[in-house]
């Protein structure tokens, strides 16, 4: 059972709520690096349409001068945390790990009252929140701001693999949305998103096609610390554990 002295750690969520993650970011380069993230994103999208290969590496490892620290990697391999040692990690994986196994609607609204709605992950979350809630033009719009900001947040990091798959599942929340308001007086439920994530990611990964992606981007929100290599992430017994409940 997880303990609740995240009510006591006030300097942690005013990290989370200025979007401080260990990835480091350029606001000088961020208008050049949103070109280039988008560019990326938009070659897959091209790609799928002529059939050619889909799968996004980044340039370089993004997490090579960033150690996660024990408890975080413990965490992800769903083994017991020693709570006496999570001080020692990034402020931003004391609160997945903190808050992690807390129930979905207890666990976003934590993060939705302690994190500023401007910033990407504040996006994301608001993005989760109005799913919960199920007004369909809300869904539409806050997606939609959301995958933005993540694609920008994350090229400014120069993590493309993180840029695609958080904008391809938020892409994937504002579709359904909009297939819910234009029903089937327009053939809406025939649009798909414009790729599968193991075709993006790696036949390994494959089980992730069928989760719905509200499904899917709660659990990578649940479990993703930044600081290992998405693909880690996306393969960790927290993360596989999350997406079968």
Excluded: W
Excluded at 47 to 59: G, I, P, T, W, Y
Excluded at 139 to 153: D, N, T
Excluded at 219 to 236: E, H, I, N, Q, W
Aim: net charge negative; aromatic share 10%; proline share 4%.
């Amino acid at each position: 059972m997880v303990r609740k002295k995240y009510f006591k750690n006030k300097n942690l969520f005013t990290f989370l709520g200025n979007s401080g993650s260990p990835l480091p970011f350029s606001l000088g380069g961020a208008a050049l690096l949103l070109i280039t993230v988008m560019f990326s994103i938009g070659a897959v999208r091209l790609a799928a349409a002529q059939d050619e290969s889909l799968l996004v590496q980044n340039d370089r490892d993004i997490s090579e001068y960033i150690e996660a620290c024990d408890s975080y990697k413990l965490f992800l391999e769903l083994k017991p945390v020693d709570e006496a040692n999570i001080e020692t990690c990034h402020p931003f994986n004391q609160a997945i790990i903190e808050l992690g196994e807390l129930p979905t609607s207890e666990f976003l609204n934590i993060l939705k009252e302690n994190i500023d709605p401007v910033t990407s992950f504040g996006a994301t979350v608001l993005t989760l929140d109005v799913v919960s809630r199920g007004n369909a033009v809300s869904v539409f719009a806050q997606s939609e701001i959301a995958g933005r900001k993540e694609a920008m947040r994350m090229g400014g990091s120069g993590d493309i693999e993180r840029a695609t798959l958080y904008s391809h599942l938020l892409f994937g929340i504002q579709l359904q949305s909009f297939q819910q308001l234009c029903e089937e007086r327009f053939n809406c439920g025939e649009l798909q998103n414009f790729a599968r994530i193991s075709e993006m990611f790696g036949s390994e990964f494959g089980f992730l096609d069928p989760v719905a992606p509200q499904s899917a981007l709660l659990c990578l929100v649940k479990t993703d610390g930044y600081v290992v290599p998405l693909r880690t992430v996306l393969a960790s017994p927290r993360f596989r554990d999350c997406i079968s409940k």
